[in-house]
């Protein structure tokens, strides 16, 4: 007499097989997840870096301004300024649009990073010049008691400070130290 063969034979291995095939898809897709999620972080901080310097080489071109050589340029001529960092470089396009107006252009660039190298970022300011006639009539202006101690001094007598021959276009007409309505409230 035959042995009945039972219907559950053979099920353990397309299970396991199952089993695993499916734990494979789950590995596989969280690698896939956790690989996008920090490609997608470094585009952050390479996007970020790059707002950064852009915004650096503007604050550095209007904190360097070189008013001559500015106003010398002829109107919608351009002169171009770049510095390199530690992580990239910016590059800031000065075109002259009048007598005081000015448009900077920045590009910031990254770098660093190796393949994620290359983010950029770009943003124009327009700049107006303005030239201020300021024109004291001491060097210290006071309506209360003023008093002098240690080694502090003050002097009205008007110098050019040294390096900003080209900043400075006033008369040095010397004026008053201390100006104040009541002198008796001046003391050293």
Known sequence: M???????EGF????????????????????FTSRQEARISAA???SSLAFYLTERGINETIM?????AFAALTTFSTVSLSDTVGYGFWNVDVTKLGDRLFFL??????????IMAGASHMQGLMARVEILDIDP?????????????G???????????PGWGGYCTASTTDKPGV??????????
């Open 2 to 8: 035959k042995a009945m063969k039972s219907r559950n």
């Open 12 to 31: 353990a291995l397309p299970v396991a097989i199952f089993a695993l095939a499916m734990m494979a898809v789950m590995i596989t897709g969280a690698i």
């Open 44 to 46: 952050t901080e390479h």
């Open 64 to 68: 360097n301004w070189n008013p001559a």
């Open 105 to 114: 252009n920045s590009t910031g660039t990254v770098s660093r990073g190796g």
């Open 137 to 149: 009539p001491a060097a210290l202006i006071t309506r209360g008691e003023v008093t002098v101690g």
């Open 151 to 161: 080694t502090a001094e003050i002097h009205g007598g008007d110098v050019i400070p």
């Open 179 to 188: 100006l104040n309505p009541d002198s008796s409230d001046v003391s050293t």
